[in-house]
């Protein structure tokens, strides 16, 4: 039986490789094209998403998509997920609709061919670095003022105890958030970890993925004052999110056996 489960993982691992590394390699020639020009820019970002959607959906998990947001394509919102596991972009891409721009690690940059892509189309950051994080910043700011939607993980990198407990929060999203008068959106990503950990190795391990897109809250009025309580009150609905869900796995997945009008089958 252990040779068995050995066997199948490793045939499961190779087929969720392949199929994500597939569609980037068949439209990267695109990309590489498109990327040298920024007013093509919203047209490579369409690509990541398909690219995402593809492999999400050839990944052969349920995705269950949670909107508590009535999104307003004409409104700007600073998007605030749990960081666990490198899918959380591809997640992010295949459910938020838009030209998103992401904040991620400088890491990013440095992966093979995809790297420059990113380098050049979302925003990279080195927090070890306060010029690189200050640099981010006011990308950020001039991102936000050409209408992009912002993606922001706050708590800056994957923790060793993603999916079960969160990471102190970063001001920079809810200080961009004051700053412009923006909307938060909390989001809540529960099973990613699960899925794919960022432990031990490329470890893909079958399991319904699910993305809880919260309430906005909105900053119409605050300072910089509320700046602690407003991120608080973002970390509190993310962390109760996800310890929500930690028992419903205990519980064997009872949550994807629940029909809700607010919920949505993303695959």
Same mark, same amino acid.
């Given at each position: 039986? *252990?040779a068995?489960?050995?066997?199948s993982?490793r045939?499961?691992?190779?087929?969720?490789?392949?199929?994500?590394?597939?569609?980037?390699? %068949?439209?990267y020639?695109?990309?590489?094209?498109?990327?040298? *020009?920024?007013?093509?820019?919203?047209? #490579?970002?369409?690509?990541?998403?398909?690219?995402?959607?593809?492999?999400?959906?050839?990944?052969?998990?349920?995705?269950?998509?949670?909107w508590?947001?009535?999104?307003?394509?004409?409104?700007q919102?600073?998007?605030?997920?749990?960081?666990?596991?490198?899918?959380?972009?591809?997640?992010?891409l295949?459910t938020?609709?838009?030209?998103?721009?992401?904040?991620?690690?400088?890491a990013l940059?440095?992966?093979p061919?995809?790297?420059p892509?990113?380098?050049?189309?979302y925003?990279?950051?080195?927090?070890?670095?306060?010029?690189?994080?200050?640099?981010?910043?006011i990308q950020?700011?001039?991102?936000?003022?050409?209408?992009?939607?912002?993606?922001i993980?706050?708590? !800056?990198?994957?923790?060793?105890?993603a999916?079960?407990?969160?990471? $102190?929060? $970063?001001?920079?999203?809810?200080?961009?958030?004051i700053?412009?008068?923006?909307?938060?959106?909390p989001?809540?990503?529960p099973?990613?970890?699960?899925?794919?950990?960022? %432990?031990?190795?490329?470890? #893909?391990r079958?399991?319904?993925?699910?993305?809880?897109l919260?309430?906005?809250?909105?900053?119409?009025?605050?300072?910089l004052?509320?700046?602690?309580?407003?991120?608080?009150? %973002?970390?509190?609905?993310?962390?109760?999110e996800?310890? *929500?869900h930690?028992?419903t796995?205990?519980?064997?997945?009872?949550?994807?056996?629940?029909?809700?009008?607010l919920s949505?089958? !993303?695959?």
């Amino acid at each position: 039986m *252990k040779a068995i489960k050995y066997l199948s993982h490793r045939i499961y691992t190779t087929w969720c490789v392949t199929w994500f590394v597939m569609p980037f390699v %068949v439209t990267y020639p695109l990309q590489a094209f498109l990327i040298r *020009k920024k007013k093509w820019h919203r047209h #490579v970002h369409s690509i990541n998403r398909f690219w995402s959607s593809s492999a999400l959906r050839m990944f052969l998990a349920p995705v269950k998509v949670e909107w508590h947001l009535p999104f307003n394509p004409k409104r700007q919102y600073i998007f605030t997920p749990n960081h666990s596991s490198y899918l959380d972009i591809p997640l992010l891409l295949h459910t938020i609709p838009g030209f998103l721009n992401f904040v991620g690690k400088s890491a990013l940059c440095k992966v093979p061919l995809w790297g420059p892509i990113y380098e050049q189309l979302y925003i990279s950051v080195d927090r070890r670095s306060a010029i690189s994080s200050a640099k981010s910043y006011i990308q950020s700011q001039r991102s936000l003022a050409e209408g992009r939607n912002l993606v922001i993980f706050p708590e !800056g990198t994957i923790p060793e105890t993603a999916g079960e407990e969160l990471l $102190k929060f $970063k001001d920079g999203p809810f200080k961009l958030a004051i700053e412009k008068q923006l909307p938060v959106v909390p989001v809540t990503m529960p099973y990613n970890h699960k899925f794919l950990p960022d %432990v031990g190795g490329l470890k #893909v391990r079958w399991h319904p993925l699910k993305i809880v897109l919260h309430e906005p809250i909105e900053t119409t009025g605050m300072t910089l004052q509320d700046l602690p309580l407003l991120k608080e009150k %973002v970390y509190q609905i993310i962390q109760s999110e996800i310890t *929500k869900h930690n028992k419903t796995y205990v519980n064997g997945y009872s949550d994807y056996k629940e029909n809700s009008t607010l919920s949505k089958a !993303g695959v």
